[in-house]
């Protein structure tokens, strides 16, 4: 069980949230190839470590919240709102975005 | 022709006055004339409607005026409760002084609120909510949103009795009704003539 720290209303119960996914996945350009259309729809990567992820806090404020999480350990990092860039931990570098595929 | 006729979900629960001879410490009690509005500031006009209101904008602590209380529900975005009936102006009010800054959106229907009161008030909402509500930590003033007995709710401490305002969406007041009446069963509090 997570306890998250939403943003605008502070820690709350994994039950409030709804997980939404990865938060690095970046959408391509208008006139960007089917293929980079179809990974970015389809394909998502399944790391096994630390994980920059979406949790929507459905059951309170219903803001987006991005979250720094580690799939093997639950252990959450950091947590803030949609527009912010999250570092992993260790590193001061913001979490790795996934490269736009070659058109 | 049909008529149409208003329904309030709680209709047939008649008002429990505390001095019912209930020894249970709870006193459940539907709060009908009330109005409800939801108001949304325009992208950047956040501060200039709290200011224009007169309200503040802090996650989990209602702002109390003269003629509503506004619970903060997220950045930008507040629920006012009136003790003006509805049908008596209060959204189309608020809706003239935030012209050009905001927006406003009805809720007296869709909202039903229930008052929890008494020495047991604390304890039967722990029983489903997930929030802390100990005297260290909540005090009159507090609001939340959180979700009890898989409804959302929004929750204001209204004082330190304490008394607390669930409201609740109308269409799940009932359910939402059932799960706290047969939860305050456990501590005593029985339905008697009240509600069903
Ligand atoms: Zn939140």
């Known amino acids: 069980m997570h306890r ?10 994994e039950a409030e949230f709804q997980y939404q996914g990865d938060a690095t996945v970046v959408r391509p350009d208008p006139d960007a190839s089917e293929e980079a259309f179809f990974r970015y729809v389809y394909l998502r990567e399944n790391p096994k470590g630390w994980h920059t992820e979406w949790w ?48 | 022709m049909t008529e149409f006729q208003t329904i309030h979900p709680l209709g047939d ?11 249970s410490g709870i006193t459940l009690n539907v709060r009908h004339e009330i109005s409800m509005v939801q108001i949304f500031a325009r992208n950047g006009r ?16 209602a702002s109390e005026t003269r003629s509503f209380t506004a619970f903060p529900l997220a950045p930008g975005q507040w629920m ?16 003239k002084k935030l012209k050009g800054i905001g927006y406003v959106s009805e809720q007296s229907d869709s909202r039903v609120c229930i008052r ?23 005090s009159k003033g507090f609001c939340a949103q959180t979700p009890m007995a898989q ?28 799960w706290l009446a047969h939860t305050a069963g456990q501590f005593g509090y029985s339905r008697g003539g009240r509600g069903h």
């Open chain 1, 4 to 13: 998250i720290d939403c943003p605008w209303c502070g820690t709350r119960d």
């Open chain 1, 56 to 103: 929507h806090h459905v059951g309170g404020c219903r803001q987006w919240v991005k979250v720094v999480r580690n799939t093997l350990t639950h252990e959450i990092f950091a947590t803030g709102r949609a527009q912010e860039d999250l570092p992993l931990p260790g590193t001061r570098a913001k979490p790795r975005r996934r490269t736009r595929p070659k058109q």
């Open chain 2, 13 to 23: 629960v008649p008002p429990q006055s505390v001095e019912s001879g209930d020894t």
């Open chain 2, 46 to 61: 956040e501060m200039e409607l709290a200011k224009k209101l007169n309200i503040e904008g802090v996650p989990g602590r």
């Open chain 2, 80 to 95: 006012l409760v009136s003790k003006n009936a509805p049908g008596s102006g209060f959204g189309t009010g608020i809706a």
């Open chain 2, 116 to 138: 929890v009161s008494g020495s047991q008030a604390r304890e039967l909402l722990a029983r489903g909510c997930r929030l802390d509500l100990h005297q260290s930590v909540a």
């Open chain 2, 151 to 178: 409804v959302g709710v929004l929750l204001h401490q209204v004082n330190d009795g304490p008394t607390y305002d669930l409201y609740v969406y109308s269409g799940f007041a009932r359910s939402f009704w059932e």
